[in-house]
């Protein structure tokens, strides 16, 4: 039931992203060349949702096994070798975003509690969104735009989302559901397709 949530709040945070950013990177396109102007933070609200895009994706790719790897080696041992190496190869991912979560929160944490007054450079934070999360005060806007920290809850939320998605894997190894967390044979496939593509074609 967890995992099922996390993959649909993946999922579907994933193509609200990309159509955002789509959507935002075309109207400034339109407002530039239509009717001369500009929409100032488009820019910056872009360049947030690629950030976003790519921590999310890469926990996304953890779980449909997407990541390239190079696996000759470990092909030559026997499947319970292959079992221990891709054990190892994962428990070294879950030390690596266990270590990333703790930077990202920290970092994140900054923003947060002791620089909660810093702003992003462009992006509007309207009045009526600052009363839904019930920080207007007497009234007034608490912010001017943005606050950062909002922008870069993705670096301890996807380093979590990381963590977790590494841990499944290590799961399905240790059952057998899987041997690996690469996909190092998608290039191999791909060159296979293409080949038989153009023996068709002949």
Same mark, same amino acid.
């Given at each position: ?58 926990? *996304? ?32 991912? $879950?030390? *690596?975003?266990? $270590? ?6 920290? *970092?994140?944490?900054?923003?947060? *509690? ?12 309207? $009045? ?75």
């Amino acid at each position: 039931m967890f995992a099922r949530i996390i993959n649909d709040i993946e999922e579907t945070v994933i193509a609200v992203l990309l159509g955002l950013m789509t959507l935002t990177t075309f109207s400034n396109v339109v407002a530039r060349y239509v009717f001369n102007s500009n929409l100032l933070w488009a820019l910056e609200l872009t360049t947030f949702i690629f950030a976003w895009l790519v921590i999310f994706g890469a926990s *996304y790719g953890v779980k449909i096994v997407s990541h390239l790897g190079v696996d000759a080696l470990v092909n030559t041992f026997s499947p319970s070798t292959r079992r221990i190496l891709g054990l190892l190869a994962v428990a070294a991912c $879950i030390a *690596y975003a266990a $270590i990333m979560l703790k930077a990202g929160w920290d *970092y994140w944490s900054k923003f947060a *509690y002791k620089a909660s007054f810093l702003e992003t450079q462009d992006l509007p934070f309207p $009045i009526w969104l600052q009363s839904l999360f019930g920080l207007v005060e007497n009234g007034e806007a608490t912010y001017e735009r943005l606050p950062r920290y909002v922008p870069y809850f993705i670096l301890p939320f996807g380093m979590l989302l990381l963590l977790l998605r590494f841990l499944q894997a290590a799961f399905n190894i240790l059952i057998g559901k899987q041997t690996m967390v690469i996909a190092s044979h998608e290039a191999e496939d791909m060159v296979a397709e293409a080949a038989q593509a153009n023996k068709g074609e002949k």
